[in-house]
């Protein structure tokens, strides 16, 4: 079975702190996303990457960053951290070459007070 | 650009009887279809997929899903609901680029 795993379940930061959410695949995908998911948004691509140290700016980008330096981890980085930024954070990954389905971690919920 | 509609925001209905979450898409090809299920504090999981083939793609659970190129639908179906499907469950499109769409999600109540 695939897994994906975040690094922490709830997190609960200030304004303008910097924030890092780290996500880890074990199943050697080229592919990896970041999402954020918001009540009556459904989710929304941050970034994704293709795969080690590419990435893509997905819908919303702004105010975030990423870094994927292994094929395995892919990081998801609020440089400035401001209370619109307080969501459910999703990471997924999946396959280049697959059924193009995404396989989805338990998310991360993010609180900037 | 694609697109995902899920015209219900919330659905109840009672243990037992049959379920039908609707989801509209817009895709200039020929679309990939997905349905996922999220538990309460939970990531998503994969219900069931679409590619080509049978309109009709059986999943995990006892869900199915019906694929109408006609009416730009991709229904999921249950005959029987259990109290453990209550959910929020997510409908997206996807091609052979990088790009999937989800919806913006059915929260399903089942009363006993």
């Known amino acids: 079975d695939v897994k994906v795993t975040q690094s922490s379940r709830y997190l609960v930061k200030r304004t303008g702190e910097k924030v890092f959410l780290e996500c880890v695949q074990d199943m050697d995908h080229e592919n990896m996303f970041w999402y954020r998911q918001d009540p009556g948004l459904g989710l929304r691509l941050i970034y994704f990457?293709?795969?080690?140290?590419?990435?893509e700016k997905g819908d919303i980008p702004e105010g975030y960053s990423v870094s994927r330096e292994k094929k395995e981890r892919f990081s998801l980085i609020l440089e400035s951290a401001s209370t619109n930024q307080t969501s459910m954070y999703l990471c997924a990954s999946r396959r280049q070459v697959s059924s193009y389905e995404q396989y989805f971690g338990p998310g991360t919920r993010l609180t900037v007070t | 650009a694609q697109s995902v509609t899920q015209p219900d925001i919330h659905i109840t209905v009672s243990e037992g009887a049959s379920l039908e979450l609707r989801c509209n898409y817009s895709?200039?090809?020929?679309?990939?279809l997905f349905w996922y299920v999220q538990s309460p504090g939970q990531g998503l999981q994969l219900l069931l997929k679409?590619?080509?083939?049978?309109?009709l793609v059986q999943g995990i659970k006892g869900f199915e899903a019906e694929f109408k190129r006609s009416q730009s639908s991709f229904n999921l179906r249950k005959p029987s609901v259990h109290w453990s499907d209550a959910a929020e469950y997510f409908c997206a499109v996807g091609g052979t680029n990088n790009d999937m769409r989800f919806g913006a999600g059915t929260r399903l109540t089942v009363k006993p």
């Open positions: 679409y590619f080509s083939g049978d309109t």
């Open positions: 990457s293709y795969d080690v140290k590419m990435k």
């Open positions: 895709y200039g090809a020929t679309p990939y």
